[in-house]
């Protein structure tokens, strides 16, 4: 079963809409963290965030907002006011306490179109 | 200074032979690993290592070796390079502890097998 889900494989907006990009996850440990990475056309991959499970509160970092809801298992990203820059591909990733690894989603294609 | 760093960049060769990818992290992490993307943008974790040993071994054809001859370093071998082995590799590093923290990875390698 995969663990992390990103349904939305690719999306398309129109500059300076708002975009929400969603995340779903699966794990039965009560430690764990999220991560969200940026994968612009050049292709490197950007580390943007991390999130434990301890803490729900949501994040903004300029036009970047976080929403994290253990009741849902989900940890979306927001882009307000979205810019031809935010074209990319982002990933959604999980780490558990028990085991080494992370766990990758299949990535959401944004396009930004001016 | 990059923080990982990964060479060649793009490497291009046939079928049969047999090639490395250099992966060298100066951020102090005790962990490494070795991502493959293939053409769908899928992250597939292939190795990690923590101090020098394998920690993680993913299902990958044994003619994939990765070598760490310190902590800074893991690079990884291909021998008999087959069509399939195609893709973007990543080399990544993170500090090593209960759930883990965020991976930094290196550029990418671009390997094309013809």
């Known amino acids: 079963a995969q663990k992390v889900t990103q349904a939305q494989t690719e999306i398309s907006v129109v500059e300076k809409e708002d975009v929400t990009l969603d995340c779903v996850y699966e794990?039965?440990?009560?430690?764990?963290?999220l991560f969200w990475y940026k994968q612009p056309p050049s292709g490197e991959l950007v580390f943007l965030i991390r999130r434990n499970s301890f803490d729900e509160q949501n994040e903004i970092s300029g036009r970047y907002s976080w929403n994290f809801q253990k009741s849902t298992s989900s940890f979306n990203f927001t882009i307000t006011a979205s810019q031809v820059v935010d074209s990319a591909v982002y990933f959604c990733?999980?780490?558990?306490?028990?085991?080494?690894?992370?766990?990758f989603g299949t990535g959401t294609s944004l396009t930004v179109i001016p | 200074d990059t923080a990982v760093s990964q060479t060649p960049k793009y490497l291009v060769t046939q079928m049969g032979n047999d090639k490395s990818i250099k992966c060298e992290q100066n951020?102090?992490?005790?962990?490494m690993y070795w991502y493959k993307q293939d053409s769908k943008k899928f992250l597939k974790i292939m190795f990690s290592?923590?101090?020098?040993?394998?920690?993680i071994n993913e299902t990958v054809p044994n003619r994939f070796s990765p070598k760490s001859p310190d902590k800074a370093h893991l690079n990884l071998h291909i021998n008999s390079l087959e069509l399939g082995d195609s893709a973007v590799y990543f080399c990544a590093s993170s500090r090593f502890g209960q759930g883990l923290v965020e991976q930094y990875f290196g550029p990418g390698t671009r390997l094309t097998v013809t």
């Open positions: 990733a999980l780490s558990e306490r028990e085991g080494n690894q992370f766990y």
């Open positions: 290592y923590n101090n020098k040993e394998l920690i």
């Open positions: 794990t039965r440990d009560t430690t764990y963290y």
């Open positions: 951020l102090g992490h005790d962990t």
